[in-house]
């Protein structure tokens, strides 16, 4: 087993900022890829950024140039800052992490429990 605990969800102001992470213990042995998802109400989960174990990164365009995410490997720790943020922002914002099952080529998902974040006008 894998538990992701997420911290730093909250309220913000337009143009505001804040700083998640996401920290991994448990079975983690062999984790890959880590990152963020988030999901508004009535809309389907969508990838936010993702970093591989290599530290290859990924992010949703939405997000390009105003989102940065990072990763610890000695803490197994997932960061994401976000800059800039705007009302569409608006989400439960889900921690992931991938892990490999077996020897083939498949990945397991671990989530987080997801944490509020609200970005007023």
């Known amino acids: 087993q894998v538990q992701l605990v997420e911290s730093g969800g909250g309220l913000v102001r337009a143009g505001g900022s804040l700083r998640l992470s996401c920290v991994a213990s448990?079975?983690?042995?062999?984790?890959?890829?880590m990152g963020w998802y988030r999901q508004a109400p009535g809309n389907q989960r969508e990838l936010v950024a993702d970093i591989t174990g290599g530290g290859s990164i990924n992010y949703a365009d939405s997000v390009k140039g105003r989102f940065a995410i990072s990763r610890d490997n000695a803490k197994n720790t997932v960061y994401l800052q976000m800059n800039s943020l705007e009302p569409e922002d608006t989400a439960v914002y889900y921690c992931?992490?991938?892990?490999?099952?077996?020897?083939?080529?498949?990945?397991?998902?671990?989530w987080g429990q997801g944490t509020q974040v609200t970005v007023s006008s």
């Open positions: 992931n992490a991938k892990k490999p099952v077996g020897s083939s080529s498949l990945r397991y998902n671990y």
């Open positions: 448990g079975s983690i042995f062999s984790l890959n890829t």
